[in-house]
Structures are given as structure tokens and as C-alpha cells.
């Protein structure tokens, strides 16, 4: 079955970085859009960034463009969200997802797009 295992995730300070990962097994890897989506407590989950399956386009959330990099390694099943310059509004548990169709691409951040999740790994931003 999919599996989504996020890590990376950690403490830094106001203008740190982190690199998120996220190993994904159980399908086809490379038939499938992805994205990063994160959820502060008491907050709904949002969408941060996507990447379409060959990797060849992304989608941004405007609270985090030009500061985040989605990426994916399709040769190793594994996608991944450089984070820069970080603010304590960042702070959220982080999940990475697999879209429900294969082979489809949408510039969309919502997550009715996305069937198939991760545990998430916290991110903390302090300032």
C-alpha cells in the first residue's frame, strides 16, 4: 500500500533552514503529482507547495514563495521541500501528499486533490 514517510523537520531560529523529505513507497512514484501542506494547531491544513509528476512544474503558496523549493528525485521515490529564511508563522506539522489521480497536474493547493498522506514531522520556528 502508500506509504508516506516525512522527516527533516526540527527547532531553528527566525531566518534558519530546513530541509524537509519525504520516502514514498507502495506506487508509482513517478506517475504522481505531490505536495508539501502543513497544519498550525488550531489552524486547517493549507497547502504550501506542490510539484507536478515529472517535476517539471511547482506551485507556491504566496506566504512562502521565494523563501521554499519543492523538489523531487523521481529516481529515488523521494520528494522534498527546501525551506529558507524562516519565520515563527512558519511553525506547523508538515505532511507530504500524494495526488489521487496519476499522471494529472493542477496549480491547486487544496487538498481535496490529495488522497494519500504522511505522518508529518514538526516544524518550530522560535524567534
Request: net charge positive; no cysteine; proline share 4%.
Given at each position: 500500500q502508500v506509504q508516506l514517510v516525512e522527516s527533516g523537520g526540527g527547532s531553528v531560529h527566525t531566518g534558519g533552514s530546513l530541509r524537509l523529505s519525504c520516502a514514498a513507497s507502495g506506487?508509482?512514484?513517478?506517475?504522481?503529482?505531490?505536495?508539501?501542506f502543513r497544519q498550525a494547531p488550531g489552524k486547517e491544513r493549507e497547502g504550501v507547495a506542490v510539484i507536478s509528476f515529472r517535476g517539471t512544474?511547482?506551485?507556491y503558496a504566496n506566504s512562502v514563495k521565494g523563501r521554499f523549493t519543492i523538489s523531487r528525485d523521481n529516481a529515488r521515490n523521494t520528494l522534498y521541500l527546501q525551506m529558507n529564511?524562516?519565520?515563527?508563522?512558519?511553525?506547523?506539522m508538515y505532511y507530504c501528499a500524494k495526488a489521487?489521480?496519476?499522471d494529472s497536474w493542477a496549480s491547486y493547493l487544496g487538498t481535496s486533490n490529495y488522497v494519500d498522506w504522511g505522518q508529518g514531522t514538526q516544524v518550530t520556528v522560535s524567534s
Open positions: 506506487y508509482t512514484f513517478s506517475r504522481y503529482s505531490m505536495g508539501w512544474s511547482t506551485f529564511n524562516l519565520k515563527p508563522e512558519d511553525t506547523a489521487s489521480l496519476r
